[in-house]
């Protein structure tokens, strides 16, 4: 499983993004799992990345949580999770976006 953490400089919710990624990972046990980091730091890299919003999850190359029609963005994301508005997707939605994607590599 590739997973990539795409973030804008600076990005203050990375630590918190990588943090909920590195828990759903050993939830998962996936804890030998390792995961990247890539700073974004101009606009064609960001529409080439399909990155529209820092932070953004990549698990094999697919954002799980994509919203329809958004644009690529060197901006903030926000994320709903059960808990209200967040700069990261919950720990939850993180373990089952990576138990989606392992069923998908499984068949």
């Known amino acids: 499983m590739e997973i990539e953490v795409l973030v804008v ?46 932070p953004t999850v990549l698990i094999n190359g697919r954002d799980p949580f994509a919203q329809p029609h958004a644009t690529p963005s060197l901006a903030c994301r926000i994320y709903r999770t059960p808990d209200g508005p967040s700069g990261s997707p919950s720990v939850d939605q993180l373990r089952q976006a990576l138990a989606t994607a392992s069923r998908r590599t499984d068949t």
């Open 9 to 54: 400089p600076d990005c203050p919710h990375r630590q918190l993004a990588e943090q909920r990624l590195r828990h759903a990972l050993d939830d998962e046990g996936l804890a030998a799992t390792a995961f990247a980091t890539r700073v974004i730091t101009g606009a064609a890299e960001a529409e080439r990345s399909g990155f529209t919003g820092s």
